[in-house]
Nanobody, 124 residues
Framework: VHLVESGGGPVQAGGSLRLSCAAS????????MGWFRQAPGKEREFVGR????????YYADSVKGRFTISRDNAKNTVYLQMNSLKPEDTAVYYC??????????????????WGQGTQVTVSS
């Protein structure tokens, strides 16, 4: 499985960005596609995830209502729409694939494949 994130960059507080994660290498059934982020000096944290087949989503409380995950199965691409961005959203954002087909899937160890990350910088 190969994952490539794109769409990161600088943005002002209150602005929006949409990240993309293009996946290749296998069919994904009801795998979980997760988004994580890692700020400087901090541990990588869960942002949210979507199930490939059902489209069911789950979000961390810190982004709920501001971030939305969607997918385009025809393009094998998952998106992270980020609105009302805050300086504390500044981080490297990673997408990941978890092959378990059940569970909330918010733990790093539950994911099997990772992208290289894309930097998001929110200025105040």
């Amino acid at each position: 499985v190969h994952l490539v994130e794109s769409g990161g960059g600088p943005v002002q507080a209150g602005g929006s960005l949409r990240l993309s994660c293009a996946a290749s290498g296998r069919t994904f059934g009801n795998y979980a596609m997760g988004w994580f982020r890692q700020a400087p000096g901090k541990e990588r944290e869960f942002v949210g995830r979507i199930r490939w087949s059902t489209g069911y989503t789950y979000y961390a409380d810190s982004v709920k209502g501001r971030f939305t995950i969607s997918r385009d199965n025809a393009k094998n691409t998952v998106y992270l729409q980020m609105n009302s961005l805050k300086p504390e959203d500044t981080a490297v954002y990673y997408c990941a694939v978890g092959v378990q087909t059940i569970g909330i899937m918010r733990g790093l160890g539950e994911y099997d494949y990772w992208g290289q990350g894309t930097q998001v910088t929110v200025s105040s």
